[in-house]
Every structure is written in structure tokens, then in C-alpha cells.
């Protein structure tokens, strides 16, 4: 009984020899990493470029690489973390600081391995550059007009706007200046901002957005601005009643017009944030002289409002009575 116990045993674990097997391998497997790590490997990153502050009244017409690839070498473990990066930092590039930029007539070039820099300051990793594609960037200039481009606001509304709600969408500046050649700029009348959504009632906006350039004109347009500001106002009409005296306009001198009623009732619809300056100071009624001229039983009354983006709904009495008083 107790041989059977101990050969049972035997068979349920492993022996000494499969468990120093294990040992082994990790050990050879830990020392194969290391050895991985320390040695060197190349490899090519790409790196985006973004070209900031052209010349004034210089125009480039070929296109700019937006990235620039290079060849590095570096250990593996200092690989591993560059891999590690979700992003590579954008390499930027102040094309009015190009020696002779402003004085170049139709083309010029720069170094790219100098304009990238410091390469391990920008990787945050340390390595060694060996190579980069193009090896140089060209700048071809040619003749530049200008044309005023219309921005509009790309807004999604994801909700039905009510009759009773005040809708405002304002852009500042409104239009920009773009340079380019003649047969582009021919072609563009309208820039569109980046989309903005919307979902809810009585929201005011105010923001930068970005101007979205088509793909097919990145790099062959120059904007004067590459931003505008946003302003977006979505409030509720609210009504108000006002009791306006009225004035009679046009009438001759030494003539006094009197009014029956002297007063009319008006009923003015506009967004709530303008309720408290519709007023009295800045409504007017009134009465035309000119209208007694064709013998008019009554007066027709008008009202203004010097308050923008009101509604006047209703206006009690329209019509009054007058009585004319002459020396």
C-alpha cells in the first residue's frame, strides 16, 4: 500500500528534472531579453512638419512634405519605448526665418537633418540619426493674388428649433483674406468652419474655430487667419407690454395735433436676455401730419424700436382720432 502511495505521488507532481527544465528556460529567456535590449536596431519614423509664418507676398506652389522620414539606429530598449508613443512630436518649422527667405525669387531650399534639430531632444529618446527623406525641402514661390472668402459656420442643431425661440449665429470676421494663385482663388467663394454640435435649448456660444481647409488646397492657399469666432445665441421670445405715448411727426409749425387715445398699448415679442431694455426709451409710437393732408378720418400708428431682433405683435388702438389746432 504505501510503494502504490509513493508511485502515485511521483505521477502527480513533476520530478526535479522538468522542474529545473523551467528554471532554465526562463533564466535563458531572461538573459536573451537583456542581451535584445543592448543591442542595436534601425529603424524608420516618421515625423510630422507643420510650416508656420510665410513671407508676405510670397506664395509657395509646389507642395510641402507634411512628414519627414528618418532612419535611426538606437538600442533596443530605447526603441521599445519610442514604439511605446502614441504620437511623435510635430517638428515645426518658421519658414521667415529662412536664410534669404525674403529676397528669393522663385525658389529656395533648406537642409532638412538641420531643421529637424536635435532629434533625441524631440523623441525624448536617445539615438542617432542616419538618414532622412526628402534630404532637402524645396520652396517654389510664385505669383500671388488675394480674395476675400466668405466663412460660414457649420452648425448641427440636433433638436427641432420652435417658432418662440431667438436664433443668432454670428462670425467674426466674417470673411478672410486668401492668397493663391488666380485659377485656385477662381475657384473658392465659401470656407467652412469645423462642425459644432448643438444639443440643447437656450445655449450661448462663444468660441474659436479652426477654419476647414480642403485636403486638395492644404499647402497651396494662405489664409489671414486661420481662426474665427463663433458666437451662437439661442434664447426664448418672451412678450412684454408697453404703453407708449404718441408723438406726432411732420407737423407744421405753430400747428398742435392732438391724438385720442394720447396713448397706445403695444405688445413687443424679443429674446428673453432683452426684456428688461424694451422700454419706453427705447420704443417710439407716432402719427403722420402728411396723412390729414388727404383728409384721413383717423391716423394710422407706427412703432419703432431702436432694440434689434424684436417682433411688434400687436398695437392697441392702430388707428386714433385727431383734432387739429392752427393759430
Known amino acids: 500500500m504505501r510503494g502504490k502511495s509513493l508511485s502515485a505521488i511521483k505521477r502527480k507532481y ?7 527544465f523551467f528554471i532554465c528556460l526562463l533564466i535563458a529567456a531572461f538573459l536573451w531579453l537583456i542581451n535584445a535590449l543592448n543591442r542595436s536596431y534601425t529603424r524608420t519614423v516618421a515625423i510630422p512638419v507643420n510650416f508656420i509664418n510665410y513671407p508676405v507676398g510670397k506664395r509657395i506652389v509646389n507642395k510641402l512634405p507634411p512628414y519627414i522620414m528618418a532612419d535611426i539606429k538606437t538600442t533596443g530598449a530605447k526603441l521599445l519605448m519610442l514604439l511605446m508613443k502614441k504620437s511623435i512630436a510635430e517638428v515645426t518649422i518658421d519658414v521667415s526665418n529662412i536664410p534669404n527667405i525674403k529676397s528669393a525669387t522663385r525658389n529656395t531650399s533648406i537642409n532638412t537633418a538641420n531643421s529637424i534639430g536635435n532629434l533625441s531632444k524631440l523623441l525624448n529618446v536617445e539615438v542617432d540619426l542616419l538618414k532622412v527623406k526628402p534630404d532637402s525641402i524645396h520652396f517654389v514661390f510664385g505669383k500671388t ?3 476675400k472668402i466668405y ?4 452648425v448641427q442643431i440636433n433638436y427641432t428649433i420652435p417658432q418662440g425661440v431667438f436664433k ?3 462670425v467674426n470676421p466674417e470673411y478672410i483674406t486668401v492668397s493663391s494663385d488666380s485659377f485656385i482663388l477662381a475657384k473658392i467663394d465659401t470656407f467652412y468652419t469645423e462642425k459644432i454640435v448643438l444639443n440643447t435649448l437656450n445655449q450661448r456660444v462663444e468660441q ?3 477654419i476647414d481647409v480642403p485636403e486638395a488646397l492644404d499647402g497651396l492657399v494662405s489664409l489671414s487667419d486661420s481662426k474665427v469666432t463663433l458666437q451662437i445665441n439661442l434664447d426664448e421670445y418672451v412678450q412684454k407690454m408697453v404703453s407708449l405715448p404718441i ?4 407737423a407744421p409749425l405753430n400747428t398742435t395735433v392732438k391724438t385720442f387715445p394720447s396713448f397706445v398699448k403695444v405688445t413687443i415679442a424679443a429674446p ?6 424694451l422700454n419706453t426709451s427705447t420704443m ?3 402719427v403722420d401730419y402728411k396723412q390729414t393732408l388727404v383728409k384721413a378720418e383717423k391716423l394710422t400708428v407706427s412703432v419703432t424700436s431702436s432694440i434689434l431682433n424684436n417682433k411688434i405683435t400687436y398695437i392697441s388702438p392702430q388707428k386714433v382720432e385727431y383734432i387739429i389746432r392752427k393759430p
Not at 247 to 250: C, R
Open 14 to 20: 513533476p520530478s526535479r528534472r522538468v522542474f529545473s
Open 145 to 147: 493674388y488675394t480674395k
Open 151 to 154: 466663412i460660414k459656420p457649420l
Open 168 to 170: 443668432r449665429i454670428k
Open 208 to 210: 474659436q474655430m479652426t
Open 247 to 250: 408723438q406726432v411727426l411732420n
Open 272 to 277: 428673453y436676455t432683452l426684456f428688461d431694455s
Open 284 to 286: 417710439k409710437a407716432y
